[in-house]
């Protein structure tokens, strides 16, 4: 890319911290190169329906504005999972709104599934295509952070921060429900961040007498009251999973664990008051804190780096405490990235006299 380029830039799914972060370093870095930036709004929506949705980025957009240090995003996103047509019809519209806007290549923020659906556009059309991972939960693959993820840990801290010193005024056992569909690496980094006392994980099975020994543990100590930090996804001890309702593919959509584990739990024991608390979106909103407005810095300098050196078809990562690129091919074949059992983050828990399930 070695003449003026016209770059595209959109956010899907789920929004959180740092993406305008993102966005604004990509504007940055390209901006000194002399290249032109056309945010697109509401993720993919913007190019593959007409008229399509975008304005030209530059510098003044941030650099005069609070948006970089702001939650949300800026161009707007699309999590909304409505059915499709075919990938063949989507690449075809997608590769014609590439074609209208002229755009050059393609930076896309978002988390695996998104990585998976817009690279088989991207592949689908010849579209030059750089991923950046972000991600609450965490779990995009290869990369050992995305961005939005250290954020939500933090807002999740705080609050059970906050529940201690309430369940202590009460002799009560608090249950906080986070988001984590699949993984529980959020549940699991703010619960030892915070000092929890239980926290359940869709990847580790559990016991409802398993917690209950925990709280009877606490008792036995003298201290009168607990907090049980649990992923949304987390299934009831006989494994199903709670949902209520369904999102517009017919995908199961999870909540409620909390209340099951609370009526569970008291119907069994009864020396705590359980209280349970869901904190819902709130998780994805707060001030972007200063590990993920790094990695929004170091990811959209790396993406534009490598347009520059001719790459595509990659996403940018952290992994041993530096900025690389992986292909794209790889990330979706590596799909979901888990909490492992095994980690760090699960033996310094149980180390520290965290009930985290039967292992």
Known sequence: MDKKKRLGILTSGGDCAGLNAVISAVVEAASEKGWEVYGIHN???????????????????????????????????????????????????????????????????????????VSNYCKGSLVRMIGIPKTIDNDTPITEFSVGFQSAVQVCTSAVDSLELTARSHNRALIMEVMGRDAGH???????????????????????DGVINKLKAIKASGRNHAVIVVSEGIKTEDGSHISSKKNMVGEAVYGGIGQYLCSEISSRYNEFQVRVTTLGHVQRSGVPVAFDRLLAALYGAKAVELLENGEDNKMVVWKNGHVDAVALSEVVKSGTTLLDPNSEYVKAAKALGMYVGEI
Not at 55 to 72: A, C, K, M, Q, Y
Not at 186 to 208: F, K, N, R, W
Request: aromatic share 6%; charged share 15%.
């Open 186 to 208: 959020l549940a699991m980094h703010s619960a030892l961040a915070g000092q929890a006392d239980v926290c359940l994980v869709p990847e580790i099975p559990y016991t409802i």
């Open 43 to 117: 993720g993919t929506d913007g190019i593959t329906q007409k008229p399509h949705s975008y304005e030209v980025l530059t510098i003044h957009n941030f650099s005069d504005s609070p948006w970089p240090r702001l939650s949300g995003s800026y161009l707007g996103s699309l999590n909304k999972g409505v059915k499709m047509e075919s990938l063949e019809d989507m690449s075809q519209r997608f590769a014609q709104g590439v074609k209208d806007l002229g755009l050059d290549a393609v930076i896309v923020v978002g988390g695996d599934g998104s990585m998976n659906i």
